[in-house]
C-alpha cells in the first residue's frame, strides 16, 4: 500500500522559512517523478515544483527563486524548502507521485497526471 506523509506545515510570518517534507512508503521511490501542490480556500489545486526521478526540478513561475524541492531516494523523502515566505503562500501542500518507468528526465506538472497523493500541510503565512 503506498503511503504519502507530508509533515513541516504550520505558521510562518512573511519572509520567513519553512521545510516540508514527505515521507513515501509501499513504492520503488528511485522510479517515481515526486511532485508538490498546493489548495487555497476557494481555489483549485495548483502546481508548485516536481522533481523527475532523476533529479531534474521544475517550478511554478511564482515560487522561481524562493523554493527548492529536493529528494533522498535513500530516505524515500522529498522536500520542499520555502523561504521568502509570501501570505499568498498560505495554502494546503500536498506531495504526489507519478511512476516515471525508466523516463527519468521529466516530469509532469499537471495533477491529473500524478497517481498518489498525501493528504496535506497546512501551511499559514501572516503579514
Known amino acids: 500500500q503506498v503511503q504519502l506523509v507530508e509533515s513541516g506545515g504550520g505558521l510562518a510570518q512573511a519572509g520567513g522559512s519553512l521545510r516540508l517534507s514527505c515521507a513515501a512508503s509501499?513504492?520503488?521511490?528511485?522510479?517515481?517523478?515526486m511532485g508538490w501542490f498546493r489548495q487555497a480556500p476557494g481555489k483549485e489545486r495548483e502546481f508548485v515544483a516536481t522533481?523527475?526521478?532523476?533529479?531534474?526540478?521544475y517550478y511554478a513561475d511564482f515560487v522561481k527563486g524562493r523554493f527548492t524541492i529536493s529528494r533522498d531516494n535513500a530516505k524515500t523523502t522529498v522536500y520542499l524548502q520555502m523561504d521568502s515566505l509570501k501570505p499568498e503562500d498560505t495554502a494546503v501542500y500536498y506531495c504526489?507521485?507519478?511512476?516515471?518507468?525508466?523516463?527519468?528526465?521529466?516530469?509532469?506538472?499537471?495533477?491529473?497526471?500524478?497517481?498518489?497523493w498525501g493528504r496535506g500541510t497546512q501551511v499559514t503565512v501572516s503579514s
Open positions: 504526489a507521485a507519478d511512476y516515471a518507468g525508466s523516463n527519468a528526465r521529466t516530469a509532469s506538472s499537471s495533477a491529473v497526471d500524478y497517481e498518489y
Open positions: 509501499g513504492l520503488f521511490f528511485s522510479t517515481y517523478r
Open positions: 522533481t523527475a526521478s532523476g533529479g531534474t526540478t
